[in-house]
């Protein structure tokens, strides 16, 4: 049975920083494409970053560019994602997924965390 769960969602002032992790357990996480996505209250889930299989690639959506990082540790199986100059827009619940094909180009993630919520006040 495959788990996966959020944590490190918080309220937080605008220029500030969290890291969110996500736990995934089930799987056999070195050959999952991990990805965060995020939606916010009557907007469409965005995907914010993914990461291959292997760590070797990583893609950013534009509007976190330059200030989120994601990273994965294969002895804990957890995908983290660093969130630097935070800004209001980026309120949002934030999801992780799994994609068992490896790759972020492509991916067509089926499964999913149950998130966790980040506000970041003005």
């Known amino acids: 049975q495959v788990q996966m769960r959020e944590s490190g969602g918080s309220l937080v002032q605008a220029g500030g920083s969290l890291r969110l992790s996500c736990a995934a357990s089930?799987?056999?996480?070195?050959?999952?494409?991990m990805a965060w996505f995020r939606q916010a209250p009557g907007k469409e889930r965005e995907e914010v970053s993914c990461?291959?299989?292997?760590?070797?690639?990583?893609m950013y959506s534009d509007s976190v560019k330059g200030r989120f990082t994601i990273s994965r540790d294969k002895a804990k199986n957890t995908v983290d994602l660093q969130m630097n100059s935070l800004k209001p827009e980026d309120t949002a619940t934030y999801y992780c997924?799994?994609?068992?094909?490896?790759?972020?180009?492509?991916?067509?993630?089926?499964?999913w965390g149950q998130g966790t919520q980040v506000t970041v006040s003005s």
């Open positions: 997924a799994a994609d068992d094909g490896g790759s972020c180009t492509g991916a067509i993630f089926g499964y």
């Open positions: 990461i291959t299989w292997s760590g070797g690639n990583t």
């Open positions: 089930g799987l056999r996480f070195d050959e999952y494409a």
